[in-house]
């Protein structure tokens, strides 16, 4: 039997009607089999502090670092907050990425997904996250690349991907798919 | 008698012993006497969510937002995180752009320093930064750019700001006044 990817979904609008979580639902249905997606929830981890590296961290950073250090694979799905990633998915990245020296990030092989209303397709927030993926040594999928602009079309009101977007969609997963298997920490 | 202008520094570290807090604080004491710094504290503002927008916000979001729409500038003193901006500092700076169409930080002039006990000085935050700036419509700070590399060396056991670093802080905070002076709402 072959082996089935754990892949943590990561949002970057906590806003619950938000495009973007539609997307990554959208993902997870549309995911091959050799994947299994879960959305892995960042609103309750509070904003960063290094005080909390030296005595007992909270405890939503430890369960956050614990299930990401579980994925074989993270797939970032974001939009764009003033032509940058939002300060709730970078607090989740920082969070993720401490103390020093225990980044739960660290090899995971990855992909980014920018959505928004407008025409950009969050290429200013999908960018600056790519900077930080350097550092962080996530081998990130280079195509195709995913700025995902007038999201506001993909779905009709029954909340149903629309079958224009759909094809899209699915090539990138896909691509994902074979990503992650070829870079798996050896 | 001249105009005295209220600068609100915004400092992108939480930590107690924060170098750039130590670093913004110099600030505070180097300023000329035709500006007022203050520090404006991030650490109480939740997590954005774009639903706070259509209820009652929480309340450390309007004192943030009446704080920085008061000052006549901001200044930035933050490290680096993951080669990027704090998710710290981006909620804060998100909080503040927010209700679309009533952002605090719109016209203010500003300018950025960056420090880390690196060699690097912060520059991916400081870039990073500024690309945000851009659509918040702040006009920054050109030159002197402050990459401020070695941090760990500019203060003394007694807290004290080296006589080599003092020259340095003192040209941008000069250079800085007279950025806010030319560059008030008309």
Known sequence: ???????????????KESLNRKIANAFVQLAPASLKLEIVEIGDLPLYNEEHDSATPPASY????ERIR??????????????????????????????????AWNGKPCAVVSASPGAIGGFGANHHLRQSLVFLNMPVLQQPEAYLGGAGSFFDEAGQLSEKTQPFLQSIVDAFARWIEQNQPR
């Open 1 to 15: 039997m072959s082996q089935v990817f754990d892949v943590a979904v990561v949002v970057g609008s906590l806003r």
């Open 62 to 65: 430890t369960s956050f670092r």
């Open 70 to 103: 579980r994925a074989d694979a993270v797939l970032f799905v974001t939009p764009e907050y003033n032509r940058s990633v939002p300060g709730v998915l970078k607090n989740a990245i920082d969070v993720g990425s401490r103390p020093y020296g225990k980044s």
